[in-house]
């Protein structure tokens, strides 16, 4: 029998992967086994001569396989970080992107020095941004809306495991319908959402491990890509208080058209527009008039 160890499986699957044309695949392999082993990823370098089983060494080609065929190194260990945050992830839930820490960190600079916030994360998936905002405001109280069942038990779990249980709400429904049926016409002080956008010509476009293995429920967001926004901003001025906080994430060509959308609904002020790190639209906030 073969014996393996740290060292030797890291080498063949690393051969495999870069064999395959995954990108990262001496990281991935790496957090493969990570997994596996539940270990650090400093202590699968210090311990390279560890021996390994033959059970470990058949789970870490099983995933390794399943790497090469592009499935997303997050749904393959199950967590992924967001804002500094250990976030866990499952199929059919969005695994949280980078891009959307613009949001969460400009939501929390506006939101600075005020006092006892109820906010609402409507579309919220795995809870990326309705968790880290209750993570980093203390004395908020966070609702986390969402349609899909997969979503909210992913979202329950990272309430669990950063223990905001106390300070957030898990609320399933279409839309801003829960929130309305939570009784909180009136009593936002913000609304945020990173609603699926993609239009109907980037969905071919997307990379194959996004296309094929992430949700299309979390996706699509009709023929140009703002049928949620329309939708949520036709009645997010009843849910929200006077002078309340609207942020969405948006797709990188769709910033002017929705500040428009947000202008002439004529209730809203400083309708503003901020890039990412890439120099592109990502967010578009404002707020309801006083
Ligand atoms: C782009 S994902 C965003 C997930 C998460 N907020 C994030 O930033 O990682 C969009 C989410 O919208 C949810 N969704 C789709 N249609 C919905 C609807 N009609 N009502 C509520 N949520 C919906 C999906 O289940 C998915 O979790």
Known sequence: ????????LLREGVILLRESGCPSYILDAELILCHI???KRIDIIKYRDRVLGEE?????????EERKKGKPIQYITGCQEFMGIDFCVRENV?????DTEILVEKTLELLKGKEKLRIADVCTGSGA???SLAYYIPHAYVYAADISEDALECCRRNIERHQLGRRMKLLRGDLLEPLFEEGLE????????????????DMDSLPTGVRCFEPHLALYGGREGMDFYIRILKDADKLLKKGGLLAFEIGYDQGRALKKIIQDHGIYKDVRIEKDLAGLDRIVYCYLEE
């Open 1 to 8: 029998m073969v014996e393996h160890t740290i060292r030797s």
């Open 37 to 39: 082993l539940d270990m």
């Open 56 to 64: 470990e060494a058949v789970d870490f080609f099983r995933l390794v």
């Open 94 to 98: 969005l695994i949280p992107r980078p």
């Open 186 to 201: 009136g009593k936002l002080d913000a609304l945020v959402s990173n609603p699926p956008y993609i239009s109907k010509k």
């Open 129 to 131: 941004i309705a968790v």
